[in-house]
Every structure is written in structure tokens, then in C-alpha cells.
């Protein structure tokens, strides 16, 4: 990998912390991290005066470009209102310079004021024209500003759900994801920025202009005045950013425990168990940590400003002295010198203003630009367009000898520094495939079961099978169709998800199940039905609102349902998706027996309508109806067959022994007989 100087230099160790205890405690380890992770992807590495010097042209014209898309009116708006302002300044101070000397002639002072009157008149003009050219780009400014983060954000967005499931666990996509999501909100700024840096910019010039002509030599003094103050801005903006990506995670830590603090989830634990004390002292401790970065932080910026500010005083006394000699010399005359001190005040002010707008929009551009490479990345990441069509008449879906591992973090400095322990000498759990040649067959129109105790490997499979996840190697074929080769946006059309985990969406209870189905209205008689087919119209009906209740506690009119309830409304919602294949992931853990109980008949009544059905499931006797039973031990297909073929003596004896350990539970704890009445006055009896 390649490791530039600067890299280097931010991974120093005087820059790596130990971290505090608290995110040893809760986190595992430090989250302020070496820029090293990093790598050379992020803009603090291109940080250097010419690079960026070099790039903000181009992040220049990607604000632009996006506040075209924005609203073109408004960026013209702003554009001409910039150029128009700078423009008059400068005719501005030509007129004052004929002010100067009409006033400053010989002859009767009469005579002087009414020969600068059509000057003095000029000024008034271009101050009028001035101001009302700054209101326009001010109000176009301010259109402009929040449309172009929408448009930023959109783009941001659109680009992060297309990426694969993959890139969203990975760590260092996340780490991006956070700094492009900030790079939006930069993009916003960024307009406003670019706006001061055209005025002061188009200020300078006509400043600059003037002084050039009064006197060739004073344009390098007033540049010089600047050089300190955009020294100190930039070495300020990169000392910013580079403690923004460095402490971007710990952040991001420290968000989580606030809001963990203040969601109904947690809430009645924290109550409960007296979690609310002990995570508001962490966040204290992660809170004091990062006060104690921003303190250091203050501090060199102002050592670097104090030095910025007596070289600029130099600079300014330098500039100053050589007008005096020129004046003392002869060579300028009292009225252009006079112009010539306004026209230093006036290109030195807009030459600061200047540097701070560039400033501005240089600590801008590094937020944009990693939401320009956000895009980058997300394109690399994106799940591929197009491929084969998915056979119509689909017969069968075949695991052919499939192995994959999830990906690992390989940022992780933590696992990086990590002691080899025992554990890692071996094969750690999170190192061993999750799947291990797996060879099985999925036939359509049946029900496919998959058990095996936990993490051995049932719900990755339906993941892969879903196309959430590619092989590492080996293949699923479609018909004899590699999965790879197939159009994605196609497969996902075939399934119906009813994950162990699927989403609650804070909606209300309509959307909660018609998003099942996003892609067209919400039709009520489908919906109805669903929700009988999952047995959640009994939910429904005892909701306050009906179908229209909020399912979110946290908002006016929020309701809280129970975890059994969610799940039914789940089942609703892939019954209303109505796919060819279905996947059920432990569909009943939170129902009641009764529930459940129905639940199964209406998932095997899906077998007769020809319905693909993948049922995950620890419930082993509600695979009895399944067409297929695969069981799988540490990721590994041990046994393959139904029922009945399972439990016989001659198979393998996994499912056997599994099932067995079920039904001992239910042999041990038998139903006692029905009480008779005599039983009771027996007892009422003995008590008396
Ligand atoms: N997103 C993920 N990233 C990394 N590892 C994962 C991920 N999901 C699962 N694993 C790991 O993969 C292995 C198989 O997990 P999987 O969820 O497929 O098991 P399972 O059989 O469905 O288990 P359970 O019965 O507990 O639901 C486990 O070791 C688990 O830790």
C-alpha cells in the first residue's frame, strides 16, 4: 500500500491515543484512531497548500455543477450580483480618486466642490447599485444554500442504497458514510462560501486595479499583507479536519450513548437496571476526553494566529512606509496617495475576507471531497446492473459446493495490535467460514426447512440465497444459472422476507405492512387479507387508530405493540409482498402457541399453492410438513432429507438427536390429568 510522507507523520505515535476507559470499557478499545486507518483516502492527506490549490478549482465546480442542478436562477442570481457589486466598488474608487482630486486642484474652493460634484454623484451611484446588487446575491444565496444540500444529500443517498449489504457492515465504508453525510451539509456551505470568495475576490481585483495603476509597487505589499493570515488559516483548517477524522468514531460513540439514553428501546432497562447513572457517567468521561481535544486544538490555533498576526502588522508597516516614501519623494502626489490609502484599506480588507472565504471553502472542500469519493467508492461497491433474466419457469435453486466468510474489518487497528491469544492461534469462530462447501438443493414450489443450532449457518444461507451476499467460491445456480450472472434487481424480486430481525418501521401499522410492497399504492382488500393470513386483523382491529396508528412511541399519537404483534404484522407484510419464494426466519419466536400453531398451518397451506417456501426454524416438530429438511452444524450441510427420513435409524442422527432433545423438554413436564371435583373437596376439606 502506498505511504506518503504526510501519512507517516499523522501516524507518529505521539498522535495515537490510549483511549479512555470508558471506551475500553463499553467499545472494546480506543476509538480515536492514528490517521493510518485512513489510509491516503480521505482529503486531510491532500491537504498540502499546492494540492488543494490545485483541487479546489475542480470542488469549485462541483458546488457549482450542483447548484446548477439546485436552481439555475438563483446561481445566476448570485453570480451576476457578485460581479456587479465588485464592478462598482472599483468604479467607486476611481470616482473617489477624482473626488480626491478635484478637491485637493488649485483654485477657489468653490469652484473645486462643483467640479467634484458628477464624481461625488458617482460615488453615491455605485455605493446604491453596490448594495442593491449584495441584497440579490444575498436573497439568491439564500435559496440557493439549502436546495443545493438537498440535491447533495439526494445524490449522497441514492448512492448509499445501492451499494451491497457488504460495504454497510464494512467499517471503513461507514467511516466515509459518516464524513460524505457531514460532506453534504459542507456542500451548503460551501455555496455560501463560494459566493464571499467571487465578492471579495471580484473586491480585490478592482482594489488591486486601482492600486496597480496609482503606483506599480504597492500590489506586492498588500499581497503581502496576506500571506501570514492565509499561512495561519491553513495550517488551522488542516489541524480541524485531520482531529475531525481522527475522532470521527469516538463522536459517533459518544452520540450513541445520548441516544440510547433518550429512546423508548432502552428506556425501561435503563430504569430497571440502573443503566441510566452509569452511561451518563461514560458519556461525561467520553464528553471530557474530546473538551480536552477541542482545548487542545484552541490553543494552537491561537499560538499559530498570534504569530500570523505580527507578521501582518509587519507587513502592513512595510506597506505603509513605502507609501510615505513615495509621497516624501515626490513621486505621488497628495490626492493619489490619499486613493491610494483607501484603495489599500479597502483591497486589504477584501483581500481578508478573501483569504477567510478560500479559508472557508478550502475546510469546506474537504468535507465535499469525501463526498465526491463516497461516490467513488459506492460506485465500486454498487450491486452490478443488469445480467441474464431469472428463468420463468424456475425449478429448482441448487447450492453447489458454497463457501463464504463476512467480510472482516481489516482497518481494525485494534485486531491488528492484538496479542495472539490461544484462540487466534486456532481457528476463532469469526475467522471460520460461515458456510463451508455447501452442496444442496432448493426445489421451487415446495417447503424447504433449515435447522441446526445457533450460528450454524441457516440465516446466511437464506442471505445468500436473497442474493445479499456472493459466494466466496463454489455457486448457486438458477436452473443451471450462476447467481452472479443473473440481473440482481430480479432475484430480489422473487423474495418475501420475514427476517429474525426484520425492521419495525416507526410508520403506522398501514405502512408497516403495504412497505412490503413499495412500488405501488397500498391497496386495502390486499392489505386486509394479509393481515388475516398472519393473524394480525386482531392487531389491527384493537389498535386506537386502526390501520392509521402511529407505531412509534416517541411521537404524538405513537403506539407501542407487542414484540408477538410486531411479528405477526412482519408475517403480514411479506404476504402482502406476495413472491415466488418466501423466507421465513423463525417466524414464531415470539407467538403464542396459539398463534403459532396457525402460523404453521397457513405456511404449509402455501405449499398447495404452489408457493417456494424457506422456513428457518429451531421448532423442530413444525418442520414435520417441510418437503425438504436440511440440517447444518458449524456451517456444514450434515443431513439432508424429510421427516420421516431423519428420524429413522439409518440417517446421520443430528436432526434426531436434536428433536429428541425437544421432546424430552415436553416428557419431562407432562400435562397432569384433568382435576376432578372430588379432588377439590378433598382439599377444601383437609384445609378446614
Ligand atoms: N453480518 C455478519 N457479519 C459477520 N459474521 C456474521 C454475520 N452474520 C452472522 N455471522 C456469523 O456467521 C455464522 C453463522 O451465522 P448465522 O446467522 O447464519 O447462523 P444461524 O444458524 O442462523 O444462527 P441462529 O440460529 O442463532 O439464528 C455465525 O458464526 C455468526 O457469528
Redesign the pocket.
Known sequence: MKTSKRMRAAAAPGEKTEGSPSEKLLFGGPLVYSARWNDYRYAYFEMTLWAMALRLPRLVAFTVKLAWRAERRALWTVGLGELIRGISQAIGLIAINAVLAAVLAAGAIGHRVQSAVPAMIGVAATGIVGALANAASTSGAGRLGPKVERVATEMYLSHVIKVELAAV?DAAFQRLMDSAQYGAQASRRMVSACTGVIGSLVSFVAAAGVLTVLHPALLPLLVLMTVPRSWASLQNSRAKYGSYLRWMEHSRAGRLLSQNLTRTGPAPEIRVHGVGPFLLEHFRQMSQASEIEQARLAADAARVRLVASALTGLAAALTYAALAGLLVTGVMALSVAGTAVLAVRTGGQSLSTLVLQVNNLYEEACYVQDLERLFVDAKQWAIPEGGQPVPKTLELIRFDNVTFS?PTDNDDERRQEAEPTAASEGAP?AERP?LKGVSLDIPVGKIVAFV?E???????ISKLLAGLYQPDSGRILWDGVASSDLDRTEVFAQFAMVS?DFHRWPFTCRMNVAIGRPDRPADQQVLEQAAAYAGADSVVAELPRGWDTLLNKGYRGGHQISGGQWQRLGIARARYRSAPILIVD?PTSALDARAEQDVFEQIRKLADTGQTVVL?T?RLASVKYADLIHV?EH?ELRESGTFEELLAPTSAGVFRELYELQARQYQDAPVPAPRRPADDAVKNGGER
Open positions: 457492515e463476512y469462530e460461515a441446526g445457533n450460528g450454524s449457518g441457516k440465516t446466511t429474525q423463525e428457518i429451531h447444518l456451517g
